[in-house]
T-cell receptor
Framework: ETGVTQSPTHLIKTRGQQVTLRCSSQ?????VSWYQQALGQGPQFIFQ???????GRGNFPPRFSGLQFPNYSSELNVNALELDDSALYLC????????????FGPGTRLLVL | GQQLNQSPQSMFIQEGEDVSMNCTSS?????WLWYKQDPGEGPVLLIA?????ELTSNGRLTAQFGITRKDSFLNISASIPSDVGIYFC????????????FGTGTRLTIIP
């Protein structure tokens, strides 16, 4: 059984660019949640996808968008990057909506210059 | 909105010492979760608590759900080098369970 994987591990972009981050959920998991973790802070919920539909969204602007595919992998897209978007982006998968069973990936560290 | 405050922010201890940290919430919730995050990794669930007053252990870790339902405590006994990391408390939303809210974190450093 493979765990949650994310790609790329590190990324450097400039202001105004667009970025796509990818997440493969753990085998058998149909729910993927994305979190942003700024340096020195706890993760902040961005949104969740359940069976390819968005199921809840945190306090993030519309330029943060996502997708979930039939195999339950997911993408996080961020348009018009800002310096404050620099953070560790974490993906977590779970088998359904029971949050205590979330399994986190290692994250993608994004630096916006 | 829901806020989780953890204390202390950081701890510097010697190997073998016991550790205590806590988390307080601005609201009453039915679940407390404790996670640990190692450098370069995502958080890993350590302990889940579901009932006021509940005391649950996971090896050298013990967590308690406060009776006011607004706080929780995590203790680590006889700390070892691999305990180094950041410890987060977290709570699911009260309705819909669509997200986790994380605390501010306690960074644990072990002095050789």
């Amino acid at each position: 059984e493979t765990g949650v994987t994310q790609s790329p591990t590190h990324l450097i972009k400039t202001r105004g660019q667009q970025v796509t981050l990818r997440c493969s959920s753990q085998s058998g998991h149909n729910t993927v949640s994305w979190y942003q973790q700024a340096l020195g802070q706890g993760p902040q919920f961005i949104f969740q996808y359940y069976r390819e539909e968005e199921n809840g969204r945190g306090n993030f602007p519309p330029r943060f968008s996502g997708l979930q595919f039939p195999n339950y992998s997911s993408e996080l897209n961020v348009n018009a990057l800002e310096l404050d978007d620099s953070a560790l982006y974490l993906c977590a998968s779970s088998a359904g909506l029971a949050q205590e069973t979330q399994y986190f990936g290692p994250g993608t560290r994004l630096l916006v210059l | 909105g829901q806020q989780l405050n953890q204390s202390p922010q950081s701890m510097f201890i010697q190997e073998g010492e016991d550790v205590s940290m806590n988390c307080t919430s601005s609201s009453i919730f039915n679940t407390w979760l404790w996670y640990k995050q190692d450098p370069g990794e995502g958080p890993v669930l350590l302990i889940a608590l579901y009932k006021a007053g509940e005391l649950t252990s996971n090896g050298r870790l013990t967590a308690q759900f406060g009776i006011t339902r607004k706080d929780s405590f995590l203790n680590i006994s006889a700390s070892i080098p691999s305990d180094v990391g950041i410890y987060f408390c977290a709570q699911p939303t009260n309705f819909g369970n669509e997200k986790l809210t994380f605390g501010t974190g306690t960074r644990l450093t072990i002095i050789p």
